[in-house]
C-alpha cells in the first residue's frame, strides 16, 4: 500500500514540486507503446535489490544512484527504470518521477499501467486531480484489465475531487476485474454506506469479511456490516466492538430512498423487523448467537426468494445476489457467519471454527472456486 487506501504498483525483484506541468509529458503520454525494453542480466539484477534495500531503508539518494548506475550501462532496463520512478515519487521528487515513469509508458510490457499508475499518483499528490484522471483514464484505454488504474482513480475522484459517485462507479469495475481484492470491496462498502446505500454496503462488507476475515480493518468492517444488520443505515460503526444485544436502536427506513443500485425497501424493513425479533428473543433468554444466525439465516433466506428479474440490470443483481443466493442454497450461512466474525467480541467463534474444521474448508473451496460475473 502506498497509502492507506491505494492499492500498491510496486514491483520488487524476483517478483519538488513545480507549479508548471511539463507540456512535453502530456502531449507523449496516452500513446501505444513502440519500445522494446531489454531484459535485465543477473548483476544489474543485484544491482537493482540493492536500490530495493536502500529505498526500504529510507535512504532515496542512494537507492536512486544504484539504478541510475543500471541505466547508465542499459537504459532499456524497465525494472530499474520503474524503480527509479518510484524512488523519485517517495522521495518526493515528483517532477522527475512523472518524466522518467512517462519514459518507462514508451515500452510495451505487462508493466505499462505501472507507469500510467505512478505518474497519475504524482499529479494527484501535485494538487492536480484533473490531470490524473486524465492519466488514469489513458493508461484504461491501454491497459483495461489493469485493476490497480481502476481503484486508485477511485482514490483520487472520492479523496481529492470529493465526488462519491464517481468513484463508485470505477469501484466497482475494478471489483468486476478484481473479485479477490479485500481493498476494492471495503473502500466499495464504504462509499456504499456514506452515501446510503445500506444493502449494497451490506453486501460489499460481508465479501470484505470473507476475504480478509482476521486483517487489521477487519473489525471496521465487521462494525460496519453489524451497524447495517441492526438497522443502521448511514455514518461509521457505532458499537463494534459490543456485544450484538447492545445495539443502537433501529432506524426507520429514510423516504426518498437511492434505487438507482436497486430498490431494497422492503429488504431493509425485514432487517428491521428481524433486528426487532432478535432484541425481544434474547430479551427473553435466548443466547446470542445461535439467535443472530437464525436472524443471518432468515435475511439470506429472503434474499435468496428475490426474483432475479427484479435485479437483472443492476450491478448488485448481476454480481453481489448470486453469490449469496447460492451461500444460503448450499446451507453455508452459519460457517460463513462464524468465518466473518474471527476479529469480533463474540464468545466461542475461535472455538466454533476449530470444531468444524471440515465445513470451513468445505466453503472455503467453495468460495474460491466461485466465477464472479463479469
Same mark, same amino acid.
Given at each position: ?56 531503508? @529510507? ?14 550501462? &542499459? ?28 519514459? @518507462? &509508458? ?14 497519475? &499518483? ?17 493508461? *484504461? ?18 479523496? &481529492? ?61 465487521? @462494525? ?6 441492526? =438497522? =443502521? ?28 443500485? @436497486? ?15 432478535? *432484541? ?95
Amino acid at each position: 500500500m502506498r497509502s492507506s487506501v491505494r492499492l500498491a504498483v510496486r514491483m520488487v525483484l524476483g517478483m519538488c514540486l513545480l507549479a508548471v506541468w511539463p507540456a512535453l509529458v502530456l502531449a507523449q503520454s496516452g500513446t501505444a507503446p513502440t519500445r522494446t525494453a531489454k531484459p535485465s542480466t543477473d548483476a544489474e539484477d543485484a544491482v537493482i535489490q540493492a536500490g530495493v534495500a536502500l529505498h526500504d531503508q @529510507g535512504k532515496f539518494d542512494e537507492a536512486i544512484a544504484k539504478y541510475e548506475e543500471v541505466l547508465r550501462q &542499459s537504459p532499456d532496463n524497465l525494472t530499474a527504470l520503474y524503480e527509479l520512478a518510484y524512488t523519485l515519487h517517495e522521495k518526493p521528487d515528483l517532477t522527475r518521477s512523472i518524466e522518467v515513469a512517462t519514459r @518507462g &509508458s514508451t515500452y510495451q510490457s505487462d508493466m505499462l499501467p505501472m507507469f500510467y499508475d505512478l505518474v497519475a &499518483s504524482s499529479l494527484d499528490t501535485m494538487g492536480k486531480p484533473e490531470d490524473a484522471i486524465a492519466m488514469y483514464k489513458k493508461g *484504461i484505454a491501454l491497459a483495461p484489465d489493469a485493476t490497480t488504474l481502476y481503484f486508485n482513480m477511485a482514490v483520487t475522484y472520492l479523496e &481529492s475531487l470529493k465526488d462519491p459517485t464517481e468513484a463508485r462507479r470505477w469501484l466497482k469495475q475494478a471489483a468486476i476485474l478484481d473479485p479477490l481484492e479485500p481493498e476494492i470491496q471495503l473502500m466499495l462498502g464504504q462509499v456504499y454506506q456514506n452515501a446510503g446505500y445500506p444493502t449494497p454496503a451490506l453486501f460489499a462488507f460481508a465479501k470484505y469479511l470473507i476475504l480478509e476475515p482476521t486483517g487489521s480493518r477487519a473489525l471496521t468492517a465487521y @462494525g460496519y456490516w453489524r451497524q447495517i444488520l441492526r =438497522g =443502521g443505515t448511514t455514518g461509521a460503526p457505532s458499537a463494534a466492538a459490543q456485544p450484538m444485544r447492545d445495539a443502537a436502536t433501529p432506524q426507520a427506513p429514510r423516504p426518498g430512498a437511492k434505487i438507482d443500485e @436497486g430498490d431494497f425497501a422492503d429488504f431493509e424493513a425485514e432487517i428491521l423487523r428481524s433486528q426487532q425479533k432478535l *432484541i425481544a428473543d434474547m430479551d427473553g433468554g435466548a443466547q446470542e448467537m445461535p439467535t443472530f444466525l437464525a436472524q443471518l439465516t432468515h435475511l439470506l433466506d429472503v434474499l435468496a426468494a428475490r426474483p432475479a428479474a427484479r435485479d437483472q440490470d443492476t450491478f448488485i443483481g448481476k454480481y453481489y445476489l448470486p453469490y449469496f443466493r447460492e451461500l444460503d442454497q448450499k446451507h453455508f450461512v452459519e460457517v460463513y457467519a462464524y468465518w466473518s466474525m474471527q476479529r469480533a467480541p463474540v464468545p466461542g467463534v475461535r472455538e466454533w471454527l476449530t470444531a468444524n474444521q471440515a465445513r470451513v474448508r468445505e466453503f472455503l473451496d467453495w468460495t474460491g472456486k466461485y466465477e464472479w460475473a463479469k
